[in-house]
């Protein structure tokens, strides 16, 4: 990220002493749209507590349910490297302390954008904290930073919905330009995370770097169909589009029952279902609620009599984002 330093006012008299952010977990890709598209969702999601300290420097106070997976070295730790970044930016390192407390209500590595809720919590706090100087579209390159630490790729499709809330279309990355989509009421996500744990950086190792003309024919067009039945509220053409001819047939191999968890969402009214992010997270996506729910208990049924455990989760797409609480 370039140095330069960015000249905003800070009222040091209305800096607050502590804030606490949830940020919402996310679902990246959208099935089809690999690295470009991604939605919020309302639970499962981070939580950063943020005190304000009279010592300069961001430190890491505590770090729950990661099981000390997470590194308390501020300088390793994704969510206070990004807050030490925002800091530096603001060229407010010297003068201001915090120190964060991270709360993680979602597993790592489970293809939910967990690093992503994380950063964006801390990121969103240290600037609630400050009095907001910087708004939500200026936040999100720290982010995108944040997730390159986290995974080695800076892609944007789990920051962007995680900071901005709703869907969002990564439309280019150099510059990065990020579009608001609608979101049509009734569409709902069943979530189901087999405890298997896929990190983001070896299923995206995984992946051809040269596709067929023919296979990106495909699936341009399902972007495009998927991104007009949004602009529709056409959920026949949202399920038409949702397919993914690129990226799933690799990644699908590292999923256990994927394709008879697939099965299970079409039978049960899906109007689509594939791989949450990176793995190992499926969704299934709907129409409304019930469907989802019945899909998820169904798809979970089906790991339990298979002996693999999971979590699920039921969600309508969450327009809000980041929140203080
Ligand atoms: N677009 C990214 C990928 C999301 O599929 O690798 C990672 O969660």
Redesign the pocket.
Request: net charge negative.
């Given at each position: 990220m370039e140095q330069n330093k960015t000249q905003k006012k800070i009222d040091f008299d209305k800096i607050l002493d502590q804030v606490r952010v949830f940020a919402p977990a996310t679902v990246?890709?959208m099935i089809c749209g690999?690295?470009i598209l991604?939605f919020a969702v309302d639970s499962p999601g981070d939580e950063v507590c943020m005190y304000r300290s009279a010592e300069p420097g961001v430190r890491i106070r505590s770090i729950q349910g990661d099981d000390g997976r997470l590194p308390l070295d501020p300088d390793k730790n994704t969510v206070s490297a990004c807050v030490k970044m925002l800091l530096e930016k603001l060229d407010l390192q010297d003068d201001i302390g915090v120190e964060i407390e991270l709360i993680k209500h979602m597993p790592i590595g489970s293809?939910l954008?967990s690093s992503?809720a994380s950063t964006v919590a801390g990121l969103f706090a240290i600037n609630a904290l400050l009095g907001n100087p910087l708004d939500r579209e200026e936040l999100l390159p720290f982010c995108v930073e944040g997730e390159r630490l986290a995974?080695g790729?800076g892609?944007a499709?789990?920051v962007a919905p995680a900071l901005l809330g709703g869907i969002t279309l990564i439309r280019g990355y150099e510059p990065l330009d990020v579009i608001k989509l609608p979101v049509p009421q009734d569409l709902y996500a069943g979530i189901v995370f087999p405890q298997v744990d896929v990190p983001?950086r070896d299923?995206?190792q995984l992946?051809k770097a040269k596709v067929l003309l023919k296979d990106a024919v495909t699936q341009w067009g399902n972007i495009a169909g998927l991104i007009a039945g949004l602009f529709q509220s056409d959920y026949d053409l949202i399920s038409r589009s949702m397919h993914d001819v690129l990226?799933e047939p690799t990644r699908a191999i590292l999923i256990p029952q994927f394709y008879e968890m697939k099965q299970i969402a079409m039978d049960n009214g899906a109007l689509s279902f594939g791989?949450?992010?990176?793995g190992p997270s499926v969704v299934a996506i709907t129409k409304g609620q019930e469907i989802a729910q019945v899909v998820a208990d169904k798809i979970q049924e089906h790991l339990v009599a298979n002996g693999i455990d999971s979590f699920k989760y039921v969600s309508s797409v969450n327009v809000e984002g980041p929140r203080v609480l």
């Open positions: 990246a890709n690999f690295d991604g293809g954008g992503s995974c790729h892609h499709d789990n983001t299923a995206r992946i990226i791989i949450s992010g990176s």
